[in-house]
T-cell receptor, first 111, second 111 residues
Framework: EDQVTQSPEALRLQEGESSSLNCSYTVSGLRGLFWYRQDPGKGPEFLFTLYSAGEEKEKERLKATLTKKESFLHITAPKPEDSATYLCAVHGGTSYGKLTFGQGTILTVHP | DAGVTQSPTHLIKTRGQQVTLRCSPKSGHDTVSWYQQALGQGPQFIFQ???????QRGNFPDRFSGHQFPNYSSELNVNALLLGDSALYLC??????????FGEGSRLTVL
């Protein structure tokens, strides 16, 4: 069974203080690893898909990286508007379309 | 271009009642998935529909059922509601092998 664990559960940063979020996973045949952002009371917003170890993708202040066991979401010089819950999910090889999500990391950026 | 739309946005039911939630996928998408998200947790996969057939199902009881229509829209039905069914129900659409795009969700409260 696919499993995803995210750490830390919550992260508080000062504006401009760079940091990283971790997503550890176990899966039979990774088809894709996904990062989503979720604001309170809203649906998840798609950020990135990573398919193979060594792959990296960037969007504004966010950069996602992938190894064979984990993924990192690096946040460079964050702003208060980056405050949200960040969700990691995997699509395993034994699944048609099911994504298995972690519990999320709640990021708070203080001005 | 309209994204994924869900209705209703909020609803309150009592134990034992039945509920129907509706979803219209993003234009051009043919696959619809449903997820349940309890407070403070990541989304949990309920099932996925493609070509009007249930393609894959998560670990949810038969009280949870669904349907996909020829225009790709979908319904989620939950019978004999329990207090534990209180959650945010998320619909996501995709092409059969693509990234999931989520709606804003339907917040169900069971009293």
């Amino acid at each position: 069974e696919d499993q995803v664990t995210q750490s830390p559960e919550a992260l508080r940063l000062q504006e401009g203080e760079s940091s990283s979020l971790n997503c550890s996973y176990t899966v039979s045949g990774l088809r894709g690893l996904f990062w989503y952002r979720q604001d309170p009371g809203k649906g998840p917003e798609f950020l990135f898909t990573l398919y193979s170890a060594g792959e990296e993708k960037e969007k504004e202040r966010l950069k996602a990286t992938l190894t064979k066991k984990e993924s990192f979401l690096h946040i460079t010089a964050p702003k208060p508007e980056d405050s949200a819950t960040y969700l990691c999910a995997v699509h395993g090889g034994t699944s048609y379309g099911k994504l298995t999500f972690g519990q999320g990391t709640i990021l708070t950026v203080h001005p | 271009d309209a994204g994924v739309t869900q209705s209703p946005t909020h609803l309150i039911k009592t134990r034992g009642q039945q509920v129907t939630l509706r979803c219209s996928p993003k234009s051009g998408h043919d696959t619809v998935s449903w997820y349940q998200q309890a407070l403070g947790q990541g989304p949990q996969f309920i099932f996925q529909y493609y070509e009007e057939e249930e393609r894959q199902r998560g670990n949810f009881p038969d009280r949870f059922s669904g349907h996909q229509f020829p225009n790709y829209s979908s319904e989620l039905n939950v019978n004999a509601l329990l207090l534990g069914d209180s959650a945010l129900y998320l619909c996501a659409s995709s092409l059969v092998t693509g990234e999931l795009f989520f709606g804003e969700g339907s917040r169900l409260t069971v009293l």
